[in-house]
């Protein structure tokens, strides 16, 4: 019998731009207190990309630093995974700048898009193209910049986002380390709770759907925040059960980081207490594809991840899209 050879994450990086943007600054430009943004998000700063990057720059940097990581060198990739649902443009995908800045070039390259659960989603996809050709090696980066689709007269939104990126190098390592399982589900019915309205083929960009803001990014707070307290949970238990993992056991939660009361309430709804949950957001913000990819590195580059650790991994994002994963870290990613 053939047994399937174990994946998992061999390296990390992640890149924030270099320009802090403070609740003080955002609250003058939204017309609130600056008490009310932490009160409400647990946010204390963001992030917001130069006038001269595109998310592809922050995708090389997080990527540069991912394959220094893993010790890999951009040449050893064979599948080059980029999520984002902010691209430098329609059209080629933002994974094909990244292959060019990186000289990835023997790897295949492609973008997907289901906004903040992509890095699990993409790990997913990476452990599934690395098992059909044993011995290759997958760079799965989630990137966004918000800062270019925020409505500042919309306050519900606008303080709440940032730009940033993260990235894993994945491949094969011993048992009993690596992925253990990933669970992926999406509710259409349920798309227009984040969106961007206009500038695809349905609502093509216009100045029409400029001057009624079509462009710019919206999301149903209070509906997103039910949607993921009354899914997640049950989501994250199912995977668990599947891998016979008992959440007790659990080491480390990195979710995506909607904001802090959100997170806090989450955590407590699925029984996770015990383990420690990662938090980058009150620094960053929500930073959409890259937050789950960027708390992980967090986490590394602080020493958190014990050798053997039960890491959890869970994410929500627009479409609704659910994504889980669960991986026994080895010490040396």
């Not at 270019?148 to 011993?174: H, I, K, N, P």
């Not at 349920?190 to 079509?214: D, K, N, Q, Y």
């Not at 979710?255 to 015990?274: D, F, I, K, M, Y």
């Amino acid at each position: 019998m053939t047994t399937e050879p174990s994946i998992g994450i061999l390296g990390t990086g992640s890149y924030v731009p270099g320009t802090e943007v403070t609740n003080a600054e955002i609250a003058a430009r939204v017309g609130v207190a600056e008490e009310w943004i932490a009160d409400r998000t647990q946010i204390t700063g963001r992030r917001f990309a130069a006038p001269d990057e595109a998310t592809s720059d922050l995708a090389i940097r997080a990527a540069e630093r991912a394959l220094k990581s893993a010790g890999v060198s951009a040449g050893e990739i064979d599948y080059l995974i980029v999520s984002t649902s902010t691209p430098d443009s329609p059209q080629p995908p933002t994974a094909y700048h990244v292959q060019r800045g990186i000289n990835a070039n023997a790897a295949a390259c492609l973008d997907i898009n289901v906004v903040c659960s992509g890095f699990v989603y993409g790990l997913s996809l990476a452990q599934a193209l690395i098992r059909q050709r044993p011995g290759s090696r997958a760079l799965v980066i989630g990137a966004d910049l918000y800062s270019r689709s925020l409505d500042f007269s919309d306050r519900r939104t606008a303080v709440l986002l940032g730009d940033g990126a993260g990235a894993a190098v994945v491949g094969e390592v011993e048992p009993p380390y690596g992925f253990l399982g990933f669970d992926l589900a999406a509710r259409g019915d349920a798309h227009h709770l984040i969106r961007v309205e206009a500038g695809g083929s349905r609502r093509p960009a216009s100045a029409e759907t400029i001057e009624e803001g079509g462009h710019f990014f919206r999301m149903e707070g209070r509906a997103v925040r039910d949607f993921v307290l009354e899914n997640l949970p049950d989501f994250i238990n199912a995977l668990c059960e599947r891998t016979g993992t008992a959440l007790e056991r659990i080491d480390h939660f990195v979710p995506h980081q909607p904001n802090g009361v959100l997170l806090s309430q989450l955590v407590e709804r699925c029984g996770l207490t015990a383990a420690e949950t990662h938090r980058t957001l009150d620094r960053y913000g929500n930073t959409g594809s890259a937050s789950v990819a960027l708390t992980l590195d967090a986490a590394h580059l602080g020493n958190r991840l014990r050798d053997g650790d039960l890491v959890l991994l869970a994410a929500f994002g627009g479409g609704m899209s659910l994504g889980a994963g669960l991986l026994r870290w080895r010490v040396g990613a």
